[in-house]
């Protein structure tokens, strides 16, 4: 790798891993030497740029751009100039398509060149003082441009805008601030860059002034009745995700109309790629049958008008949501328009706010470039059924638990692992989550033996993304003895959490499902219990244990009548013996080490004669496997005719009569 490509590539980084520069991994970055430049391909992020999401171009051949003359219909200009941009790609194997601002890149003498829409810059460029402020901070040495559309015109304009500044200046601008844009900086060295940038948000800093800290507000409680229901509303054949954002500067903006208005249209292109041109807001919201009464009533108004359902609803009183195909989509959905109210209350501070005009926004909204960045950013779905929908997993942080929140997360499952270990819990999540993930994980404490803790897990999750599809019921605890050993304590305790934690998180999380159902009657949730042989069976002083899973299947087949009305299906699992899991296995405490030094097994010498002993009990001849709970957990999910199923995966152990 050339040592001006890893510059760039650690610059790239720098900034779009600084939300101050970059909100959504927009921006993009170059560098050139006499023959070639390698720019940013379009829909790759900054913050995780490599050399392989670079494109490499020809510099002579990229020239003639300028030189040509093309069609004056924009729609067939537009395609001949990507035609021959394309035909300067050096490595076409490589199927990446460089960036539209390729050859604005390309005109500019400078070695690096680095376009950022950073939230301070874009706050006076979206105000109606824009150009007298670029004047009056930064006077000749920041070329001002007003707005044009992106793409062919817009190089044209700063092709002649730059040859004008190089003919009185005799050099290039290094700074270039484009109106409701963004802004370019220019030099040969990438710690120049840095310089100058630090230079333009520091001067505007110092212009605006303080404005205050920006203070996160209190999770409005009337939504967890409310986003379920709206969640299914916005939602087409494959549920939507719900992200929720509240603080003091959004705060601002959603006391009434007037203050809504303010913040109703774009002001940049991103804002338009990511959150399209119309948001809804949402008055009536002292309860959740008033927020529900006006979302059904001005949703089918809104599609109506503008021929797609909002993926921004401001609700009064409440916050920001933003509803989209994925967790990482709607995230970046609600990072852009939360940018759109900083620059908004930046520009208001600079003289007044200028939106984009209809014609402009129609423009962006259409173009074929910007539908290709928003394609590329969403990634590509990988057309289970069970991607982006909702899951909890209790017991989550570890053994079978983890296994199953791990198998559910790798199908594109949003997944929250619920237990009583945090720091297992929370380690367990960061290596679960990563850049390149469309879906996210997330922990939350929990003991499932509390009903206010299992109902604070439910509404964390769906204050999270919006609703919940799945409750897997896996928290439980062993305590073996019999009748002359156990003490009621400890009973009470192994019934407390495995019995009524089964009976907290499916009345909890039935909650939520009935609400989904309520508006989307034909959609199917499921609240799976993970049980045990034990409950199937009684088990030789292990009563407490058995006990309450004998009662969780009275439990399972009680509740799925209750719910089948709302499509909820409730069924359990009950696997056979894990002696590869800690339970069995560990070298101390593990039951094969316990049953060898008690001389449970008769003649038993050595622990792999414990195991074989009690593998041999099993027609199938091993222990169970978490794959096999995974697939009998997916074969419950994907079919819609079961409920209230015992389903035994034992290897044939235990057989249902």
């Known amino acids: 790798m050339k040592p001006e490509i890893a510059e760039l590539i650690e610059l790239s980084r720098f900034y779009g891993n600084n939300t101050e520069y970059v909100i959504a991994g927009g921006g993009n970055t170059s560098y050139k030497d006499a023959q070639t430049i390698w720019i940013k391909a379009s829909g790759q992020p900054l913050s995780t740029l490599s050399e392989s999401g670079l494109v490499a171009l020809n510099r002579e051949k990229l020239h003639l751009i300028s030189e040509k003359q093309y069609s004056d219909d924009p729609t067939v200009r537009e395609d001949q100039v990507k035609t021959d941009m394309f035909n300067s790609i050096i490595d076409k194997g490589q199927n990446l398509r460089p960036s539209v601002e390729t050859s604005l890149h390309d005109l500019i003498r400078y070695k690096f060149v680095v376009h950022l829409h950073p939230t301070l810059v874009n706050g006076i460029l979206c105000s109606r003082n824009a150009r007298n402020l670029v004047k009056q901070l930064f006077g000749e040495k920041a070329l001002f441009v007003p707005y044009i559309d992106p793409g062919y015109t817009l190089f044209k304009k700063l092709e002649s805008e730059i040859l004008k500044y ?348 009935k609400i989904q159902n309520q508006e989307k009657p034909d959609y199917f949730t499921d609240i799976i219990q993970i049980n045990s042989k034990s409950g199937l069976r009684g088990s030789n002083r292990n009563f407490a244990y058995a006990g309450a899973k004998f009662g969780g299947i009275g439990l399972t087949q009680s509740f799925a009548l209750e719910l089948a009305p709302f499509r909820i299906k409730v069924n359990s699992v009950c696997p056979g013996n894990f002696y590869e899991g800690p339970l069995w296995s560990d070298p101390h405490t593990g039951l094969f080490v316990q049953y060898l030094n008690t001389g449970k097994v008769p003649g038993a010498k050595t622990i792999e004669d414990v195991k074989k002993h009690y593998e041999e009990q099993v027609p199938m001849k091993r222990g169970c496997r978490l794959d096999d709970v995974v697939k009998a957990i997916l074969y419950i999910i994907d079919q819609e005719y079961e409920t209230g199923q015992a389903v035994p995966v034992t290897g044939g152990q235990v057989m249902l009569g």
């Open 166 to 513: 190089r003919a009185d200046f005799h050099s290039d601008p290094q700074i270039i601030l484009l109106e409701n844009h963004g802004s370019f900086v220019n030099a040969d060295s990438a710690d120049e860059v840095r310089k100058i940038y630090e230079e333009v948000i520091s001067a505007i800093s110092n212009h605006i002034g303080s404005t205050g800290e920006i203070e996160e507000l209190p999770f409005n409680p009337v939504l967890c009745r409310v986003l379920p229901a709206l969640r299914m509303l916005l939602s087409g054949d494959k549920p939507k995700v719900i992200r929720y954002r509240n603080n003091s500067l959004i705060a601002r903006y959603y006391q009434n109309q007037m203050e809504f208005h303010k913040i109703s249209l774009p002001l940049t292109p991103d804002i338009i790629v990511y959150c399209k041109t119309r948001y809804l807001f949402i008055e009536q919201s002292s309860t959740p049958e008033k927020i529900l009464d006006s979302a059904r009533t001005q949703l089918p108004r809104f599609l109506n008008e503008y021929g797609y359902l909002p993926k921004v609803i401001v609700i009064k009183n409440a916050g920001v949501l933003a509803v989209d195909d994925s967790v990482t989509s709607a995230e970046a959905v609600l990072d852009v328009y939360e940018d759109m109210i900083k620059i908004s209350h930046y520009s208001s501070l600079c003289g007044g706010t200028k939106t984009l005009t209809p014609d402009q926004t129609e423009f962006i909204d259409k173009w074929e470039v910007e539908n290709y960045r928003r394609k590329v950013s969403q990634g590509a779905t990988k057309g289970n059924r069970l991607e982006q929908k909702i899951a909890i997993v209790t017991g989550g942080a570890q053994g079978f638990g983890a296994g199953i929140a791990e198998a559910l997360f790798i199908l594109n499952v949003n997944v929250v692992v619920a237990d009583l270990n945090e720091e297992t819990g929370s380690e367990f999540v960061s290596q679960l989550n990563n850049p390149d993930a469309r879906n996210k994980a997330l922990f939350i404490r929990t003991d499932v033996s509390d009903p206010v803790s299992v109902k604070n897990l439910v509404d964390i999750t769906v204050g999270a993304f919006g609703g919940l599809d799945l409750m897997i019921s896996n928290a439980g605890v062993l305590r073996a003895g019999g009748l002359d050993e156990m003490d009621p304590e400890t009973f009470t305790r192994t019934t407390g959490i495995n019995y009524s934690g089964y009976f907290y998180c499916a009345k909890y999380s039935s909650e939520v499902m």
